[in-house]
């Protein structure tokens, strides 16, 4: 299938400062992340750290909450700050909430609905 690619809208949890980025969608990541110097930017706050186990091995990152908006679709939603990783990559955690899945066939993004079990 390939890559999928998005724009994302992300900001701070106010929204009073929010950016456009391509980001890679990334079916093998749980959580979205952002990298440090975008993190900065938007003056996204940590809130916490996370051990999470990576393919160099357990490293320990920076929690936050992000506004995050995909094709029409947002909400504030917890996130990773990465010093490691130089681009947005929106893991599978952000597309469920958001109410949007990869299609195999197209290798785009389509709506879904949630599941509550």
Known sequence: MGHIWVTVRIGNEDGSK???????????ATMTVIPRDIAKELGLRV???SRVETGAGVIEVDR???????MGKADVLPVLISDIIDKVLIGVTTLE??????????????ERTLLLY
């Open 64 to 70: 936050s909450r992000a506004y995050i908006e995909i």
């Open 97 to 110: 909430l958001l109410e949007l899945e990869v299609d195999p066939i197209t290798g785009r993004l389509r």
């Open 18 to 28: 929010v950016i456009e980025a391509r980001a890679l969608v990334d079916t093998g």
């Open 47 to 49: 809130t916490g750290k």
